[in-house]
């Protein structure tokens, strides 16, 4: 059972602006530890999207954003392209599990 | 650039053990946590285990600890797992990640460890 929670899936139409949550707890998101987000498409490594809650490492576009807000954080697609259709993660640290965390995951289809 | 390239995996039988290894190049792997994650068929990411630089301190997802165990050789520029008593929970795609203040920047593209009979 992870200790971060993503709806499964998230859709939107080409040029929309969708929101992916990541409920969490005081031991982690709360806790004040960054939230870090990753994009996956099949058959290959995850690719670090957002990190320290709100920064974009270079070459990520800034269609995408992320915040945090007490125990839950987000990440937001503006401007939503097919290319979008992967499956996103959040990840923390968990001061209680001693250790890292990732979210569940949600799969982002693009109608 | 950094290259992260894992190896080890294949199919071995319940009970078993296996060793897992991350290549590491194009950075000061000496001066870097690094990260275990893992990836069952069709299933969510899954935080294994990190290391710090020094090869010292060490933590383990819950489901881990006492089969597996992480190490480094900073002169080889090498990560491992030790994995033992495998079980077939335990199939699945395993990455090595790079860690950067909590977050992990570099990934490897992964090594397939079936556990089967």
């Known amino acids: 059972q992870s200790a971060l929670t993503q709806p499964p899936s998230v859709s939107g139409a080409p040029g929309q602006r969708i929101t992916i949550s990541c409920t969490g707890s005081?031991?982690?998101?709360?806790?004040?530890?960054?939230v870090n987000w990753y994009q996956q498409f099949p058959g290959t490594p995850p690719k670090i999207l957002i990190y320290?809650?709100?920064n974009r490492p270079s070459g990520v576009p800034d269609r995408f954003s992320g915040s945090k807000s007490g125990t839950s954080a987000s990440l937001a697609i503006s401007g939503l392209q097919t290319d979008d259709e992967a499956d996103y993660y959040c990840?923390?640290?968990?001061?209680?599990?001693?250790?890292?965390?990732f979210g569940t995951g949600t799969k982002v289809t693009v109608l | 650039q950094v290259q992260l390239v894992e190896s080890g995996g294949g199919v071995v039988q319940p009970g078993t053990s296996v060793r897992l290894s991350c290549a590491a190049s194009?950075?000061?792997?000496?001066?870097?946590?690094m990260h275990w994650v893992r990836q069952a068929p069709g299933k969510g990411l899954e935080w294994v285990a990190v290391?710090?630089?020094?090869?010292?301190?060490?933590d383990y997802a819950d489901f881990v600890k006492g089969r597996f165990t992480i190490s480094r050789d900073n002169s080889k520029d090498t990560l491992y797992l030790q994995m033992n008593s495998l079980r077939a929970e335990d199939t699945a795609v395993y990455y090595c990640?790079?860690?950067?203040?909590?977050?992990?920047?570099?990934w490897g593209q992964g090594t397939l460890l079936t556990v089967s009979s």
């Open positions: 990640a790079r860690d950067r203040q909590q977050r992990l920047d570099h």
């Open positions: 194009g950075f000061t792997f000496s001066t870097y946590g």
């Open positions: 290391i710090w630089y020094d090869g010292i301190n060490k």
């Open positions: 005081s031991s982690n998101i709360g806790g004040g530890y960054d």
């Open positions: 320290g809650d709100t």
């Open positions: 990840q923390s640290y968990d001061s209680g599990l001693s250790g890292y965390v």
